[in-house]
């Protein structure tokens, strides 16, 4: 048997114990696996084909993260055996090295004789010190785990609660349906004053009318309280509608706003290679001294801020392209959406921006959380405890804002472009689109290697007539594989026939 200072093996250690470990570890998996399968079958029973495809990215990081512990168990021997100056061991520490004395902490004491009994079979021998130690490795496994179940977490509970504040808008669209189809409503000509207009007296009014500083502040005090009113909400319908989908009054805004919030929680829940560089260059600041995690925290604080200020002063920019162009209407008001309104003009960006600020948010809390379960809350790689308490605050702020308000902005203002959303379509629309698109992808690579061979052959030229044909067909592939031209897709999907190419089906 090995001596009493060695590791206990499975040579060594009783079949019961080791097929008892086996038998609970294969049963937790197995549970939270058919947790899993139930889930997405029930999901595609209700038929949520984006939240189902949101479960298959959750299933994806997984088991990267699967992966990732695999690769850092098998080479953890190997890992041990890369050796490095002592010197090097001693610089960029998250907590000051002291000497061996009464008030060491218990976990410190036994990570020493840890790194003792391993360095005595190797690296010791060189004179040097392992570059990092099973223990080490240990934890390190765990902080993995707790952070993708923090980030999976946090941006699950955000797209809930921001969905549940969405739902809210339903008895809006309702009343404006209503209101819609009343034929004594639909009979009045109404004249209405800009200026006396719900929507640009709450967006084109007070400080913010003449300078472009107070405007600004305004927005950015805005998105604390009444972030959507109801004015905005109607107003951005209808200037979705008369823009997208003219030819279909009946076109029910509020379900198009969550399916397309749905679709983009996929996006949101992964961690992408970008967001692991940040974990990397998290950890590396986290030296003694830096308080790096205390300034880390200010980073999705100030990008959620900014991101809300934002959507808020693109809805003042509509109110005052209208306001500065007429002084009275008649009818309603319109609105025109354009990206020109959204950084770089790509309102894509916002949701790019959300996704780091989640992911910054959940990376904040898992540390606390981690360090709190492996090291206790008084270590010192926890910090002081006046710069956790902001940081926990700024946590839970950060998360409050981003589901209640930023994300309900999100949903509502990125929908002010010149484009629009897969979304708009049901959900077998959508599949007929994306057959058709991959058949045309394919086509198109056929006849381009057919253009090619037939040059190869001889020097005869195609036909003005034929070139010009297919030029055309090109054309129109290339807008119906876009979504420039949502009709024209719709009658592909054969949801809409070619002689009412200004509808819109809408299941």
């Not at 038998?23 to 947790?35: D, N, P, Q």
């Not at 001294?289 to 991101?307: D, K, M, Q, R, T």
Request: proline residues 3%.
């Amino acid at each position: 048997m090995a001596g009493g200072g060695e590791a206990t093996t499975l040579e060594y250690t009783p079949t019961w114990v080791v097929a008892l470990v086996c038998t609970v570890i294969v049963s937790i998996s197995l549970v939270v696996e058919r947790i899993l399968h139930y889930l997405g079958k029930y999901l595609k029973k209700k038929n949520q084909k984006p939240l189902y495809e949101a479960l298959l990215k959750i299933k994806e990081e997984l088991m990267l993260l699967g992966f990732i512990s695999l690769l850092l168990t098998v080479f953890q021997d190997r890992i041990n055996k890369i050796c490095m100056a002592k010197h090097l061991a001693d610089e960029w520490l998250p907590c000051k090295k002291k000497l061996q004395s009464d008030d060491v902490h218990f976990s410190q004491i036994t990570t020493a004789r840890h790194l003792l009994a391993e360095t005595t079979d190797f690296c010791t021998q060189h004179g040097k010190v392992p570059l990092l130690s099973n223990t080490a490795l240990h934890h390190l496994h765990i902080f993995i785990f707790v952070l993708a179940v923090a980030h999976v977490s946090f941006c699950a509970l955000t797209i809930l609660f921001g969905v549940a504040k969405i739902r809210q808008w339903k008895d809006w669209e309702d009343s404006i349906l209503k209101e819609e189809f009343n034929p004594e409503e639909v009979l009045k000509k109404k004249f209405t004053s800009v200026q006396d207009h719900a929507f640009i007296r709450g967006n084109f009014s007070g400080i913010g009318k003449n300078s472009a500083l107070l405007g600004w502040l305004q927005t950015f005090f805005k998105q604390f309280y009444g972030s959507v009113t109801k004015s905005d909400y109607i107003t951005l319908r209808l200037g979705f509608i008369m823009t997208h989908c003219r030819g279909n009054p009946k076109f029910n805004f509020h379900k198009y706003t969550i399916r397309a919030l749905e679709a983009d929680f996929k996006k949101v829940v992964g961690i992408s290679w970008y967001l692991w560089l940040f974990v990397v260059a998290f950890l590396l600041l986290n030296v003694h001294g830096w308080h790096a995690y205390f300034w880390i925290a200010f980073i999705p604080l100030i990008l959620l801020l900014a991101v809300g200020t934002k959507l808020e002063h693109v809805i003042s920019q509509l109110a005052h392209e209208v306001a500065e162009k007429h002084v009275a209407i008649q009818g309603d008001l319109v609105v025109k959406p354009s990206d020109e309104h959204f950084w770089f003009h790509r309102p894509r960006l916002v949701l790019l921006l959300i996704h780091i600020i989640l992911f910054q948010n959940s990376f904040e809390i898992a540390v606390f959380f981690w360090i709190w379960y492996q090291y206790k809350f008084d270590s010192c790689i926890m910090g002081e405890v006046g710069y956790i308490i902001p940081r926990l605050v700024i946590g839970v702020f950060v998360q409050f804002l981003c589901s209640y308000s930023t994300l309900p902005l999100y949903a509502l203002v990125t929908q002010m472009g010149t484009s629009f959303k897969k979304a708009i379509f049901g959900e077998d629309i959508q599949d007929g689109i994306d057959d058709w698109a991959q058949k045309a992808k394919r086509n198109k690579g056929l006849r381009k290697k057919a253009t090619d061979g037939s040059r190869q052959v001889g020097p005869k030229k195609p036909s003005p007539t034929a070139i010009q044909m297919v030029q055309v067909i090109e054309e129109k592939e290339s807008d119906m594989e876009q979504g420039n031209t949502p009709a024209a897709a719709a009658a592909a999907a054969g949801e809409i026939t070619p002689a009412s190419t200004n509808s819109y089906g809408q299941k």
